[in-house]
């Protein structure tokens, strides 16, 4: 019989080992940051009513998504987002949960898009959001869970740059341009792709504007300075509008409250710039780079929101909330040369060598185990150099080689795998010595 | 506008935080255990060509897989379990990664099944494999994992009952009833739940077995007895089948090397009655079982296969494996009340009166953080009895009480909020005495 050609779908893919491990730290460290903050863990299903997800009318994106009739007859479709979700399961279980509402959710989405420049139409989000409160603390925390995620993952250089929505609607307001709000947030987005001069081209043919109108707003997406600077320098540039007022001083509280949280100056940025795309956003927006990989974009984003949940509930749900990139960052962290080679690798493997010795292998594998190790033991009898062959590919650190001298001395050889140096302890000092080894190695 | 009514498709279920945290916490234990056996992570789409997941061939099980078209116009489905993906995974990715291939793998899978007796269209299966070896030692390991799986989880009383198919099939042999090994695993696999008779009365009616025989395979699957004791009995039932002495053979040996890993007598039980409905299992298979609770069958089962791939490539890769039933699992802690009603919550809850002392409770959440503590903030400055009902319903463990007064005095109170006892103390030792009164609870 002629086999089916083992393959997967365009767009999407296998996870290996080694950038499977990777993805684990990540979510790991991620979940371990959010629930340090009391962020509780949530999930929703993979598939939805198609008017959950879409609307009532909202035929627009439906090409994108994958949407089909289930064997009930009901039009269903896979997430394309984490929010949608989450805006339907506040709606629903908001009474019994109770607000302020802290949650997290990683999970995958499904988007049917262009595989061009990359992209994966199944990929792995990571969203928080802290709902049912108007409190800038809560945007001050979503910056420091922000902080602390892409320090924990051992990036030093990064920067959190945020704005508030209402900066640019007071200077729209003053400009009379309130109207072309949403125009003028998506040409401003393209800005560090594009540059000014094409951002000036495309408000005057999408929002309509002036020579002028479209200075002052350039004026104010390119202010740059130290955060004090900017801050300083706002006022000039939208006036006296009450908006932009009210923005500005949520700016002050904002940082100020970074700054208590020990957030050092250098990775938060006051930035003007930043527009974020969506409409639904109202106040802090936010975007993340990294250092030493500005090209990739923001890796972490995310703002304020009047109203999640509006489609499903006439409870008003104010909130804010982030979204990481966790593909993108695996990515980074692999362009970085941050991977932990071991991460998806034993401490110690032992070679086995005497069939009938099995059982002291085993048991020893079980003792070492208990003594906190994580142990492979090659499952045959083979050659040395096979075995050691398989461990050095698998990225284990110590070999531990007992053959029936050993046994009969007592004794074993533990090997470094990434030197190549062996030494030959007493089978009473392999724990103590495989740990020394192991932090020697570091 | 009216809203549209927040609801999941009928067989599907969000996670609220009190069962994801379980949910986290079984799958986190899981994987650490599997990690400490060597075993790597891996993942696959959701979604494959609809010939991957079901063959050229097979229409019979279609009906309840979610199958679709895409925009492209190809047929794909969702994945029904994590098996096949492995295959088609092995098949395409053996040669990069060699053998033996160690992986775990853990995500949702769909069932449009018929949603009665509790069963749910989405639901989280974990599953590990080892591929490509003919080795016992990996039967051995595959029952061990198991074995420190669930004692990681807490579970006091488990049992892992294990046999071996050539006995069986040796029996059959000696019986001249080869051909009949799937209807009679068939009828074996419903001895628990409908009892001698019936599966007699079966055996008669699928495999057109004779009285004799009939009782003869009974005999078998009703051999009870210590493991020594069944062991000893075995070849007079069996005879001199060549199969089942291969068999008998590998039960001792598997049974040898799991009493050499330690496992205690009572958790690992010789059981000639496990079947496995599946055709695919050609040694051992194994099932395992809750003291607490046996009639929800068994949690976690597996067992050795001849041939994982051979759908998908002709290179031949024999292995073993299993796969814990996640949901059922979850079930079954919430059931047993093994659930730790703090894993989805903060060790240490800070209330917030002095709205002008934001940054100083920013600040002391950051350092409680740095001590290691998971810290929640409130968001706003509300009446004490708001922020502590608060507390109390996420499950908080101690709260930290601080006003006008402490601020002035630089002290705190610490209220256990499981018991409502609270003491002040200098600000100065706070980490100190929450660290003590979180270890005095437990």
């Keep these: 019989m002629s086999v089916i050609p083992p393959r997967t779908l365009k767009g999407f893919r296998d996870y290996l080992p080694e950038t499977m491990a990777v993805r684990e730290q990540v979510i790991e460290t991620a979940r371990r940051v959010c629930r340090s903050f009391g962020f509780a863990p949530i999930d929703t299903p993979a598939l939805e009513y198609s008017e959950i997800l879409f609307g009532k009318g909202g035929e627009e994106s439906d090409r994108q998504m994958y949407r089909f009739e289930d064997h009930g007859g009901r039009d269903v479709a896979m997430r394309f987002d984490l929010t949608v979700p989450l805006a339907r399961f506040a709606a629903q279980h908001v009474r019994q949960l109770g607000t302020p509402f802290k949650r997290y959710h990683v999970g995958p989405v499904w988007r049917g898009e262009n595989t061009q420049r990359g992209r994966y139409r199944e990929f792995v989000q990571f969203d928080f959001d802290s709902i049912g409160t108007e409190s800038l603390l809560a945007d001050v925390e979503t910056l420091v869970v922000v902080h602390d995620l892409f320090a924990a993952l051992g990036f030093e250089r990064f920067t959190i740059h945020f704005n508030n929505r209402s900066i640019l609607n007071g200077l729209l307001e003053k400009l009379g341009l309130e109207s072309e709000a949403v125009a003028v947030l998506r040409a401003l987005d393209k800005l560090p792709k594009i540059g000014p001069q094409r951002v000036s081209d495309e408000l005057h043919h999408t929002a309509g504007t002036s020579a002028e109108q479209a200075k002052s707003i350039l004026a104010l997406a390119e202010l740059t300075g130290s955060n004090d600077e900017v801050i300083a320098a706002l006022p000039e540039i939208v006036g006296d509008s009450s908006q932009a007022q009210k923005g500005l001083a949520a700016i002050e509280e ?184 192991l932090e020697e190695a570091g």
């Design 254 to 437: 904002v940082l100020s409250g970074v700054r208590a949280s020990g957030i050092p100056e250098e990775r938060i940025k006051v930035d003007v710039s930043i527009a974020r795309g969506l409409a639904y956003y109202t106040g802090t927006v936010y975007e993340t780079f990294l250092g030493d990989l500005p090209d990739i974009g923001s890796v972490c984003s995310g703002g304020r929101y009047d109203d999640l949940a509006s489609l499903y509930t006439k409870q008003r749900l104010p909130g804010i909330g982030g979204s990481l990139g966790v593909d993108r960052l695996i990515a980074a962290i692999e362009e970085l040369g941050m991977v932990d080679a071991s991460a998806a690798a034993a401490d110690v493997f032992i070679t086995l060598f005497v069939a009938e010795r099995v059982g002291d292998y085993l048991s020893l594998a079980a003792e070492l185990r208990s003594a906190g190790f994580s142990v492979e033991l090659y499952p045959e009898s083979r050659k040395l150099g096979t075995q050691i062959k398989y461990a050095d590919r698998r990225g284990h650190r110590l070999a531990v080689i007992i053959g029936e001298n050993e046994w009969a001395s007592e004794t074993a050889q533990i090997k470094v795998l990434a030197t190549g140096t062996a030494t030959e302890v007493p089978l009473s000092e392999l724990a103590q010595r495989c740990r020394n080894l």
